[in-house]
């Protein structure tokens, strides 16, 4: 009989092994385990984690009441553990690393009195240690614009280092900080927090190197100095105020030729412009226009004319920071009338010209003609013949040919024996022969 018991037994014992499991077995599942830590840290300063337990279906579900239900067990190798302290529902522990690198920490939440059951919840977090210093740099601006790291130029700005400390590990350092602000300025000083001014637009990256030197007493070694370092950096896109537009085009076009006119931005991108073709110069109301992401300074804006006209391009663009707007005036004339009116000019010279040339020929030939006239006209005294000329002929004459006329012949062929001397004499000699 004695060898039947020891069954019966073995199972009694199993079973009340099982009772205290049962709470934790029903909540299973039902509970979540979220891990905070304030670290990254550097090495030898002391980093806090916590572990709270909380519920998984968004708080329908309430935690026991009793305090004493579950236990959190911790595994944090080769961490130094500090201490820890168990509070109702989570659980903290303090730890070092002497030695950089990356460190799983994992928690789990089992029943009270049995350690070798199954958790309730678990989690795991990889803590890193490093041997340099650990912050970040601050950039800020007292204008806010909505793209990150996006700031104005010719505005201050403040950029701060922020040491990562929540231990107090650095409490008795000095510190050193080199500064690079990417367009060729340097400086080094002992605070933290400096002043800049960026006078050009473009993207730079601020450096600052960070030297953390204290005294430190052992028993070994005695006195000395300990120095950690470490570098930081920010990306920063310095933008300005949109100043104008610049239209480079035609103001003169025929329709249905295709008009491509440059908009240049006097501002930083991205822009929103507006655009929209009207009789006048007038500015843009809401919704009138045909919208446009531009990415950089220049756009190329393209329009095809189907009517003749005088047009006004009204174009506005705004960026983060402001918005202005520009005109453009243009003419578009008829395809086939704008060869006609551009050689119209030329037509009209050259008609000019041949009529002046027609002019003149005709003027030169009736002043040969009445010198020809006034040449065979008879000098001698007035007779039937020779009737007196016209009063405007000879008032011509008189003008024209008045040095050259003389009052009687005889005077006329005496200027001709001068002038004529080699001519046959006008009367011949009476030769007398005698018989």
């Avoid at 018991?5 to 205290?20: E, F, H, M, Q, V």
């Avoid at 299973?28 to 830590?37: D, F, S």
């Avoid at 922020?162 to 340097?186: E, I």
């Avoid at 005036?329 to 010279?349: E, G, N």
């Amino acid at each position: 009989m004695a060898p039947a018991l020891w069954p019966r037994l073995g199972r009694i014992l199993w079973l009340a092994c099982l009772l205290p499991l049962a709470p934790a077995r029903v909540a299973a599942g039902l509970y979540e385990l979220h891990l905070t830590t304030d670290g990254p840290a550097t090495t030898g300063a002391e980093v806090t984690i916590t572990a709270s337990l909380v519920a998984d279906d968004n708080g329908s579900l309430v935690l026991p009441a009793s305090t004493r239900l579950y236990r959190f067990r911790w595994i944090h190798t080769p961490l130094l553990l500090t201490g820890k302290t168990d509070e109702a529902f989570s659980s903290t522990i303090r730890v070092v690393g002497n030695v950089p690198g990356d460190f799983p920490v994992s928690v789990w939440v089992t029943a009270a009195d049995c350690g070798m059951c199954q958790p309730v919840a678990r989690s795991l977090l990889v803590l890193p240690i490093t041997e340099f210093l650990v912050g970040n740099l601050v950039v800020t601006q007292n204008t806010s614009l909505p793209w990150p790291s996006s700031y104005l130029t010719k505005t201050v700005l403040k950029v701060s280092f922020l040491l990562h400390d929540p231990s107090n590990f650095f409490k008795t350092a000095s510190f050193l900080y080199s500064w690079d602000f990417g367009d060729g300025t340097q400086m080094v000083t002992k605070d933290a927090t400096v002043y800049y001014n960026y006078s050009i637009v473009g993207s730079f990256t601020v450096k600052v190197k960070v030297v953390a030197e204290w005294e430190q007493v052992t028993p070994d070694v005695g006195k000395g100095f300990l120095q950690k370092t470490g570098d930081f950096s920010a990306s920063l896109k310095l933008q300005e105020t949109l100043r104008g537009i610049q239209v480079l085009g035609p103001t003169l076009i025929q329709t249905f030729q295709k008009m491509i006119v440059t908009l240049n931005f006097l501002g930083s991108p991205p822009l929103n412009v507006c655009w929209r073709l009207k009789p006048e110069c007038l500015p843009l109301g809401e919704g009138e226009c045909h919208p446009v992401s531009v990415g950089s300074t220049a756009y190329n804006l393209t329009h095809i004319f189907r009517d003749p006209g005088d047009y006004c391009f009204s174009i506005q663009a705004e960026n983060i920071i402001s918005k202005t707007h520009q005109y453009h005036k243009i003419q578009v004339w008829p395809s086939s009338i704008q060869p006609a009116v551009f050689a119209f000019p030329c037509a009209t010279l050259i008609t000019m010209m041949l009529a002046f040339i027609m002019y003149m020929t005709l003027r030169n030939a009736a002043h040969q003609k009445d010198m020809v006239e006034v040449a065979d006209f008879d000098f001698s005294p007035m007779s039937d013949k020779n009737p007196e000329p016209p009063t405007g002929v000879r008032c011509c004459c008189q003008m024209c040919c008045g040095p050259f006329l003389l009052e009687t012949p005889s005077e006329y062929l005496e200027v001709v024996r001068e002038n004529h001397g080699l001519l046959p004499p006008l009367y011949k000699s009476v030769k007398t022969y005698t018989v």
